[in-house]
Nanobody, 124 residues
């Protein structure tokens, strides 16, 4: 079983950047497909980005060309680099691990382990 802890959230102005981190313990991240999801107040949790065990990446259309997902297996950490932030990116961001699939699924129901979330607030 893997434990996940997100960090790096905060308040940023529109157009700014943040980098989120998701530190894993208990098992190596390389054993999992990983994802970032977010949930804004009053909305459903939505897919942001995934990275497969192979390293293949997939992004939601709303963040493509602005966000980059990556993993550092040596540090056992997942990252989400967020550039050109918009007010609509405001949400709690969660990292998640899928122990079953090798590819990165965009469906939150497929993920087995979740972090506690980190708040990102973008002011316009």
């Amino acid at each position: 079983q893997v434990q996940l802890v997100e960090s790096g959230g905060g308040l940023v102005q529109a157009g700014g950047s943040l980098r989120l981190s998701c530190a894993a313990s208990g098992r190596a991240l390389s054993n999992y497909a990983m994802g970032w999801f977010r949930q804004a107040p009053g909305k459903e949790r939505e897919f942001v980005a995934t990275i497969a065990r192979s390293g293949n990446r997939n992004y939601a259309d709303s963040v493509k060309d602005r966000f980059t997902i990556s993993r550092d297996n040596a540090k056992n950490t997942l990252y989400l680099q967020m550039n050109s932030l918009k007010s609509e990116d405001t949400a709690v961001y969660y990292c998640a691990a899928d122990r079953t699939r090798t590819y990165g699924s965009s469906r939150s129901i497929n993920y087995d382990y979740w972090g506690q979330g980190t708040q990102v607030t973008v002011s316009s």
